[in-house]
């Protein structure tokens, strides 16, 4: 994206301020073991407003001086661009990343206090123990100022009381990358359909998702790919991925790229030799009717609660039939008889993180949801081996979970292109879906 648009984004952020001083630090490095250093990405809202990348950075947006942007980051040093690559040093701020004014990051405990003559301050606690040591002094520091007429913070605000809430809305430059991040994704389950084999392993599996994502451009997975087989596909974070798949078994894949910090979150699940079986066939198909049913009722003024609701009414129905709990159904559904089954809720907002930022309720109440909004719609069945159902469900666990955009008119599916009929997946299984 241009820094035009991330521009744009600041103009906003102050306009929702009103008045005051926003602070956002970068994502802090985390170490792996030793001196080696995990992957680092950028704080997601530190990303929104700057496109800036690298890490031992802060930003400071101020409403009330004409310099909104401050900048403070790591001043460019040949001997150690050697090792780690090129910085934007302070020019950089300034010329590539439209700062007002940059300052190199060991000057911000002097220059913090100078610009905290306000009367509130948005900080989020509770991110970075060792930052927030800093800001307290600074804060510290804008106090002892006051003797001398200076004014200072006697607020301080979440950010995300602003910030999230232009997250959540997404323009047509996010969804594009989302669409992006979403078609690479397509093809990595589509060939996994098309791989998997009774005899391999779940790891084998990964690596085909891993693979196509690096390949078509994605820097990383939007979190840690969950494929699980037989059993492992009834544990909701099963992450090991190290078991050798059988015939007759079903292989749950929850797996999504990450495109320009932008996130997909798609879950299939089809059978390992490419043939469902009655009973999977059975528990999938009340799985997918759920899921229909819930995109159904997204729309703008619907909640998440709505959307849940849908799923819960097919899901205890399926059940029912199936002989799984005891109905009547309004009664399985009041006293909670699905949940044993089906133990999670339906969705959650999508964005730059995959448990996306934004307001779930407001005065109480779930929020309605707004055009703009996207949002994942994925019901699921678990039927742990050691269950008290038939035998013959035992050990089943069904997943489909797809992206939806809440639009004027309803909704639209993201994810639409990959398959999940039984009768598409099947034929991805075959490999005769590109």
Known sequence: MNAQIFRERRRRVLEAMGSGVLVIP????????????????????????????????????SSEAPEAMTLFLRERDPEREVWDGARAGLEGA??????????????????????????????????DPQFEARFFAALGAARRRAKTGARF?????????????????????????????????REAHVRAMAEAAPGKYEY????????????????????GSIVGSGP????????????????????????????????????????VNGSFSEPQRAIY???????????????????LDDVHRASVEVITRGLVQLGLIEGPVSEAIEELRYRPYYMHKTSH??????????PYFEGGKPRPLQAGVVITVEPGIYIAEESAAPEAYRGIGVRIEDDVLVTDQGHRVLSAAIPKTVADVEAACRGELG
Not at 122 to 127: D, I
Not at 244 to 250: K, R, S, W
């Open 153 to 185: 913070p006697t607020e301080i605000i979440d950010p995300g009381k602003v910030l999230h809430r232009l997250r959540l809305l997404k323009s047509g430059e996010e969804l594009q990358l989302m669409t992006r991040a979403i078609d690479i994704t």
């Open 204 to 223: 084998e599996i990964d690596a085909v998702l891993s693979q196509v994502f690096r390949r078509r451009g994605s820097p990383r997975p939007a979190y």
């Open 349 to 358: 907002y999508l964005g730059m993180d995959v448990h996306d930022v934004g």
């Open 232 to 271: 492992n596909a009834t544990v909701l974070h099963y992450r090991s991925n190290n078991r050798q798949m059988q015939d007759g078994e079903l292989l749950l894949i929850d797996a999504g790229c990450e495109y320009e910090y932008y996130a997909s979150d798609i879950t299939r699940t089809f059978p």
């Open 285 to 303: 198909e009340v799985v997918l009717e759920a899921q229909l049913a819930s995109i159904r009722a997204v729309r703008p003024g619907a909640t």
């Open 94 to 127: 300034r010329e590539t990343y439209g700062a007002d004014r940059a300052f190199a990051i060991g000057q911000l405990d002097e220059e913090l206090p100078r610009l905290f003559e306000v009367d509130r301050v948005f900080y989020a606690f509770g991110r």
């Open 26 to 61: 970068a994502a802090p490095v985390a170490i792996r073991n030793h001196d080696v250093e995990h992957e680092y990405r950028q704080d997601s809202d530190f990303y929104y407003l700057t496109g800036f990348e690298e890490p031992e950075s802060v930003l400071v947006l």
